[in-house]
């Protein structure tokens, strides 16, 4: 029985991915700051450790005596130590220095200008006085989010020059690491950057040794607080633009030196053609994996992330099944409050593009948005599918809006 070792705290999105390693008969250890309730069905053996020091980390797993076919994360901020532990136990793994590049925004930037990859206008801020400056060289409207965090934790868009101290006095409030430990990571540092428009998308890739395969596009729609709303799977998107994107994406994974892992880029579609927002040295995470591929297209990225991460051949796993579409949409109630009631019409389990809905949080639960907490305005979510993409995104709005309702203790609301 081959031995995995999983990186990074677990929670109900991560299930499928230790669902997938059961199926594949593999030995499961989790190296965690918290063990999940859950975690007994599917976890073997619980490593604590705190993984915001990856010295602390490497000696226990040293002194454990142990050894393991490969290591993988499913995590944005243990990407990091994940490579480390690869190299330390020379296992296969991302190089470190491509992982660091990838849980820094501002490396990244760097990378791409250095290889002459389209890129948009970007200025190191690490400390705050400074904005004014970066500010005319860059003008508006703009972005300023910290270099090293993830789950659109501390993204502001400053539209003009009156919005200037109202960001800045909510970095200084919100952005530290008593807030949220996801801070601790180059504390202090942001990217400011040109707000860039256009339709936005991710692409999921999955490199192995030195092959980048592009997997597929997903469309994407996020709200005002630069959250994710909606995701659609294969992305609704002419043959010229796909090309396009998948093109820029390959070349950038190769300018970081991306390798032996997947990899979740963020890309959007401008007037000038394809811009990088953000690549992530890890899969994607809210469904588009566990359940929008393999819906759609039959593709099993989690068990090819697995596979990489045992230098197995992964040549089943990414290859197409069917070409049909699935999308997920967030359940988000209109503004924050507590949760009175949920209602689902019944008439929504007897639709046959319905898959499954989810609660994440239950009445009597606090729904708060940014910058007051960050990734907490969501209720719950919805999978529809569909035989195209298009259907399965209208089926997935349609059936949110149409058949639930939720009701909040506070002022008048609903979704
Ligand atoms: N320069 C920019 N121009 C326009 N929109 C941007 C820019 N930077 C970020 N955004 C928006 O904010 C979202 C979050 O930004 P980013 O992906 O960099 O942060 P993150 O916290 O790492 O996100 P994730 O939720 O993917 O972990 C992006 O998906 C995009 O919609
Ligand atoms: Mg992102």
């Given at each position: ?144 989010k910290p270099v090293s965090a993830s789950s659109s934790k501390g993204i502001f868009k400053i539209n003009s020059e009156k919005d200037i101290d109202e960001v800045k006095e909510k970095i200084i409030k919100t952005i ?240």
């Amino acid at each position: 029985m081959k031995k995995i070792l999983f990186v990074g705290s677990m929670y109900d999105q991560k299930i499928g991915v230790l669902k997938e390693a059961k199926k594949m008969r593999l030995f499961v250890a989790l190296m965690g700051n918290d063990y999940p309730s859950w975690g007994s069905k599917y976890i073997d053996l619980y490593i604590k450790s705190n993984n915001y020091d990856s010295s602390d980390a490497l000696e226990i797993l040293d002194n454990l005596n142990l050894k393991f076919d490969g290591v993988v994360t499913f995590w944005d901020r243990d990407v990091e130590l994940t490579s480390k532990i690869a190299e330390h136990f020379d296992l296969p793994g991302c190089p470190v220095k491509a992982a660091t590049i990838m849980r820094n925004k501002y490396l990244t930037r760097k990378v791409i200008s250095k290889y002459k990859i389209p890129n948009i206008p970007y200025k190191l801020i690490t400390d705050l006085s400074t904005l004014n400056s970066a500010i005319k060289k860059i003008g508006y409207p703009a972005i300023i989010k910290p270099v090293s965090a993830s789950s659109s934790k501390g993204i502001f868009k400053i539209n003009s020059e009156k919005d200037i101290d109202e960001v800045k006095e909510k970095i200084i409030k919100t952005i530290t690491p008593e807030k949220d430990k996801m801070f601790l990571y180059n504390k202090g540092k942001f990217i400011f950057e040109q707000f860039i428009t256009g339709q936005e998308y991710s692409v999921e890739s999955v490199i192995q040794n030195g092959n980048i395969n592009i997997i597929g596009i997903t469309e994407k729609i996020t709200n005002n607080q630069f959250e994710e709303v909606q995701h659609t799977h294969p992305a609704p998107i002419d043959k010229n633009n796909e090309k396009r994107i998948k093109e820029t994406v390959k070349k950038v994974l190769k300018a970081i030196g991306a390798d032996n892992c997947t990899t979740h880029t963020e890309i959007k579609l401008t007037k000038e053609g394809p811009r990088i927002v953000e690549v992530n040295g890890r899969m994607g995470g809210d469904y588009i994996n566990t359940d929008l591929v393999p819906l759609a297209r039959g593709i099993n990225i989690v068990r090819a992330t697995l596979q990489v991460s045992l230098n197995e051949s992964i040549r089943d796993a990414i290859s197409p099944k069917f070409n049909k579409g699935a999308s997920v949409r967030f359940i988000i109630p209109s503004h924050a409050g507590t949760i009175k009631s949920w209602k689902i019409d019944k008439e929504l389990f007897k639709k046959k593009e319905f898959v499954k809905i989810h609660k994440d949080k239950k009445v009597g639960e606090k729904i708060l948005f940014p910058p007051n907490a960050f990734h907490d305005t969501r209720a719950g979510y919805l999978i529809a599918k569909n035989s195209t993409a298009e259907k399965a995104k209208k089926n997935a709005q349609e059936f949110v809006d149409k058949y639930v309702r939720i009701d909040m203790y506070d002022k008048k609301s609903n979704c």
